[in-house]
């Protein structure tokens, strides 16, 4: 079955800092990948996805993510973040016919 | 995109009592899913509701404690019976779309 890991438990950053979150999923085939965002007392939005072609997507609010599929991985990245940016994100991945599995989530703090 | 509204959004239950919490969306959908979010810890589905026929239950979770109904194809209701401290949680509706996962805003629900 497949099961998403994020590297980080919770990521603390003063503000310009660069931002990137690890995510590895453990199975292979074609998958559609996804980052979510939960802003304190929100609830959660899609922050960027990927299905295919370029491996480098661009999501709102100046994210991106690569997607490197020798490392089934699909790393979040910003190059400098803004105290609004403090929220916890989670990586999910979907594996055709399958639902949604998402990962752990990794708590950002920026502090200003 | 779906939009989606749940109800209640928070409450505060007893030991032993039972809460129904109602999922709606602003557009026909064909699955709906009621995920758990534990503090401190990632989305766990619990079952996917579709429309005229029985959920279909993740591992770990029953009918007879987790209850659902799906009416039609636009509402859900998901009920957390014979609740207990264990099951302070938020209770999350979601729908998917166009191959995107939409989220409601949750339903806190803390039982004491």
């Known amino acids: 079955a497949q099961s998403v890991s994020q590297h980080n438990h919770h990521v603390i950053l003063s503000e310009a800092a660069s931002l990137e979150l690890g995510c590895n999923y453990s199975y292979g085939g074609t998958v559609n990948l996804f980052w979510y965002v939960q802003y304190p007392g929100q609830h959660l939005q899609l922050l960027l996805k990927y299905f295919s072609g370029d491996p480098l997507v661009k999501g709102i609010k100046g994210f991106e993510a690569e997607f490197i599929k020798s490392k089934f991985s699909f790393n979040l990245r910003k190059p400098s973040v803004q105290w609004s940016d403090t929220a916890e994100y989670f990586c999910?991945?979907?594996?055709?016919?399958?639902?949604?599995?998402f990962g752990p989530g990794t708590r950002l703090s920026v502090l200003p | 995109s779906a939009v989606i509204s749940q109800k209640p959004s928070r409450d505060i239950c007893q030991r032993g009592t039972s809460l129904t919490i109602q999922c709606q969306v602003d557009s026909q959908v064909t699955m709906m899913f009621w995920y758990r979010q534990q503090p401190g810890q990632s989305l766990t589905l619990i079952a996917t509701a579709n429309q005229g026929s029985e959920a279909t239950y993740e591992s770990g979770f029953v009918i007879d404690k987790f209850p659902i109904s799906r009416p039609n194809l636009t509402f859900s209701t998901l009920t957390v019976s014979n609740m207990s401290p264990e099951d302070s949680s938020i209770y999350l509706c979601?729908?998917?779309?166009?191959?995107?996962?939409?989220f409601g805003p949750g339903t806190r629900l803390t039982v004491t």
């Open positions: 999910a991945v979907k594996n055709y016919g399958q639902n949604f599995v």
């Open positions: 979601s729908v998917v779309q166009t191959y995107e996962q939409y």
